[in-house]
């Protein structure tokens, strides 16, 4: 007799099969929901296919969820992202980390410190791409105390040995000026690629080691199999631009094009700027011109560049060009323009340069900008105007440093006393460039007699050990950096020569009307003999001195200077290069000076 079947076996099966079909279907289509959201081309289809993933009702997956968040984070919408983020059950450390990273890319490093922030609260632990990623908002902030913290918990969580964590470290270290927290990173690596030795170098570059730097990348290249990517030249170029080491920036330029980078935007903003900063601004615009399509960034170096070389005309005409292939200009643009139009003393061009940001190219005005009109109005003796505007900003002891130092810079040339009394009052009581603020109020004083104020301001100094940076002076021969030092001939290389050679061109200066130490630049009681000696050894004559000696005829000397370069010698340095019949170019703190015949480039506007 034939059983009957079980009623429950018959259905029994059919389930398990449904079951298993239902499975894959939803396996396909969430793979298919993720290779959709990985293929977005724009925000319509991220938008859509986010329809598509609440549809089937796969909201809830953390792992799709993630690429959702993703595919928001690719196009900038990190309010998007992050309202995705707040209605997540279960955040993983993926979901916290592309947050993060979404902010970052967006400007908002702030944002994601308050992410990392929830984070450590949750269950969700981070990884080594976490930390990399907050570490990089610190740098982006220069926020070191909260940058120290995050660097314990990478001990804590043992991925202190990671090269991705340990190239971030360095770099946020280097952007908060803690150079050997940076070099104890680099030191502590038991493996180190391209990206950390590039890491290690900007630092160096960023805190103004220079030598530090090329002498890293020297030893870079001596390990076996090394090679230097875009980056890492373009940070060494920059540390000799620093440096005004021209020889070393050539060669470095040579290794450039041997890699194929010459056209890479970066490298030729670099390059440009080196140039420059070298004195050599028909090399800079060689390299500009090299550039198949160059953007707004070498465009703006050249701009710079260019003006800081006193040639505003050319560098407004790169500007007008630049607007002509409709290259929308940047912030910093503005600032090259509007210093190009402060150091050729283009006042009206420049004031309305100032008002067409907005109106015309969309960039607000800053601090910067408003320095540079300061600076523009100051130099052109309109101290008034200058003032009004310095008081009608409202800036923090860091931004108005700069924006007051300027004022105070010109209210000295000018001889007003009252102007300078009170931007050097901002700048002491705001403890911001305090040893320049003395000095320069010093020199004011004493422009106008007021010895018995030059002496109190002196003990002032003293009694609040604030000294005053010494004037430092070098040129480059063969590679190799010469550093002289105001008023020290016995310890300068080839002392004696250098001596003999200022007092030979001193009397022949006399005879063609030359009067040393006549200008205010001397802030103490003395007498005219003594100011004479004593203006004779600013650091930039003897370093001159020796360039002229040790450097053949036919060669341009190069003097690099670190403070600013004083009108006596400036008339000096006119009179020698018609007397020796020979062309050097100084580059002190604010500009360069290109000495040929009898001229300068500045034109005496400075």
């Known amino acids: 007799m034939v059983k009957p079947l079980n009623q429950n076996l018959i259905f029994r099966v059919p389930s398990t099969c449904i079951s298993r079909q239902n499975k894959l279907s939803h396996f396909h289509t969430k793979t298919q929901l993720i290779q959709r959201l990985q293929d977005c081309n724009g925000i319509t289809s991220v938008s859509f296919s986010h329809t598509n993933v609440l549809k089937s009702g796969f909201l809830n997956d953390t792992f799709t969820t993630n690429h959702l968040i993703n595919s928001y984070v690719r196009f900038r919408r990190t309010n998007d992202a992050s309202q995705l983020f707040e209605e997540m059950r279960e955040p993983n450390v993926i979901s916290f980390t592309s947050l993060m990273a979404g902010f970052i890319k967006v400007g908002r490093p702030k944002s994601a410190l308050l992410i990392f922030g929830q984070m450590l ?28 913290k995050i660097h314990s918990h990478v001990e804590t969580f043992g991925v202190q040995c990671n090269l991705v964590v340990c190239s971030s470290l360095i770099d946020m270290y280097g952007k908060c000026n803690n150079v050997d927290d940076a070099r104890r990173v680099f030191d502590g690596m038991d493996y180190r690629n391209v990206v950390s030795w590039t890491s290690m170098i900007t630092a160096y570059g960023q805190n103004a080691l220079g030598e530090y730097a090329l002498q890293l990348f020297r030893e870079f290249n001596g390990l076996p199999l090394s090679s230097p990517n875009h980056f890492m030249l373009a940070s060494v170029i920059n540390a000799c631009a620093s440096l005004g080491r021209l020889v070393s920036g050539k060669v470095t330029h040579a290794a450039v094009i041997r890699r194929g980078h010459e056209s890479n935007d970066v490298v030729a903003s670099a390059l440009i700027d080196m140039y420059a900063k070298c004195g050599c601004i028909g090399y800079s615009d060689k390299v500009f011109r090299r550039i198949p399509d160059p953007s707004v960034i070498p465009y703006t170096s050249m701009i710079v560049g260019a003006a800081k070389y006193g040639l505003g005309k050319f560098s407004l005409d790169i500007f007008k060009e630049m607007l002509d292939r409709r290259i929308k200009p940047n912030d910093v643009t503005f600032v090259g323009v509007l210093h190009a139009c402060s150091h050729s003393g283009l006042v009206d061009d420049g004031l309305e340069y100032l008002h067409s940001m907005h109106k015309k190219h969309g960039v607000v005005p800053d601090t910067k900008h408003y320095t540079c009109v300061v600076d523009m109005l100051g130099r052109t003796g309109r101290l008034d105007e200058a003032h009004q505007l310095a008081k009608s900003i409202q800036v923090e002891p860091d931004q108005g440093a700069l924006l007051w130092g300027t004022l105070l810079s010109a209210s000295r040339l000018y001889g007003r006393v009252d102007i300078a009394v009170e931007a050097s009052k901002w700048l ?6 305090v040893a320049a603020a003395y000095v320069t109020m010093s020199n004011t004083y004493a ?28 040129v480059e021969i063969r590679d190799s950096a010469y550093v002289f030092y105001a008023g020290d001939v016995s310890l300068c290389a080839r002392g004696s020569e250098v001596a003999s050679l200022l007092r030979e061109l001193e009397r022949r200066m006399k005879e063609r009307g030359y009067v040393g130490g006549s200008r205010g630049l001397v802030s103490i009681d003395v007498e005219e003999e003594a100011k004479e000696e004593i203006v004779g050894l600013h650091s930039e004559r003897l370093a001159l001195a020796f360039g002229l000696i040790s450097i053949p005829k036919g060669v341009t000397i190069r003097v690099m200077k670190n403070l600013r370069m004083c009108r006596d010698c400036h008339e000096a340095f006119k009179l020698i290069s018609e007397i ?8 002190d703190v604010n500009r360069f000076h290109h000495f040929e015949n009898g001229s300068c480039t500045c034109r005496d506007f400075w």
């Open 121 to 148: 609260e949750s269950w969700a632990l981070p990884n080594a791409f976490t930390f990399a990623t907050v570490v990089n908002a610190c740098s982006m902030l220069a926020d070191l105390r909260t940058g120290q």
């Open 447 to 474: 422009m106008a007699g007021k010895w018995e104020n030059v002496h109190s301001i002196r003990y002032e100094m003293k009694h609040n050990g604030v000294y005053k940076e010494p004037g430092c002076s070098w």
């Open 580 to 587: 020796v019949e020979r062309d050097f170019v100084v580059r």
């Open 428 to 433: 002491i009581e705001s403890n911001q460039q």
